[in-house]
């Protein structure tokens, strides 16, 4: 198999660019603005109670954990029962968006005999809580943006990912999931949707947990 030289890469590239054209983010934004959505099925509509219900059949259905809570002052009380009823030891790795919850408060009450840090996870963290930008109710998926405040490895190579979610932030489907990033002017280097814990099916047709991620899922729903 043959590969390009350094020169070679830039003389293809470069004549893709030529050929696309300059680049006008304002006919960009037209054109995205302007798109027809497509179909939009029952799942995916309804009043934001329904949507909300709906997400909550969808998780269920995905082996996904759901822990209610009544406000997002009330996560890491929600955590700490988590990790005392699963056993998990070492230290929980936190997204710096959620710092300011009373973590301390929950480790003073000895509720906890970890250390919260906050920051991207490494392999050797047992339990990563992320905040999710919204939850998509057709199909219970979480929609989690990268960036400096949510560190996406968070929910990769933690054994256990929890993810706060607010029911304010209850989308339809995927259309819409876009939707708000584009409003929100985000720019993240990556968008991931998760539908349940990583499971795979290859092995003897036996489904199997955490083959290339968490082996367990949980939802911590806020108002």
Known sequence: MSTLSGSGRKAVLGSITRALGPRDRAAAD???????????????????????????????????????????QDVPAAVAELALRHTITGDF????????????????????????????????????????????????????TSGPE???????????????????DMLGGMDDAFDKIRNRGLNPRSVNFITGPSRTGDIEMSLEYGAHGPKK???????
């Open 93 to 144: 790795r936190v997204a710096p968006a959620l710092r300011d919850l009373p973590w301390d408060g929950v480790l003073a009450q000895g509720k906890l005999g970890h250390n919260v840090l906050f920051g991207p996870a490494d392999l050797s963290v047992n339990l990563g809580v992320s905040r999710a930008l919204a939850g998509l109710a057709e199909t219970g998926t979480l929609l989690l």
């Open 150 to 168: 949510d560190p996406i490895l968070l929910a990769f190579v933690a054994q256990i990912h929890v993810v706060v979610l607010s029911r304010r």
């Open 30 to 72: 037209a054109r995205l603005a302007a798109r027809p959505r497509g179909p939009q099925p029952a799942r995916a509509q309804g009043t934001d109670d329904e949507r909300i219900e709906r997400f909550k059949a969808e998780i269920a259905n995905a082996s996904v954990e759901l822990i209610n809570v009544e406000t997002i």
């Open 217 to 223: 899922l949980a939802v911590i729903l806020h108002d």
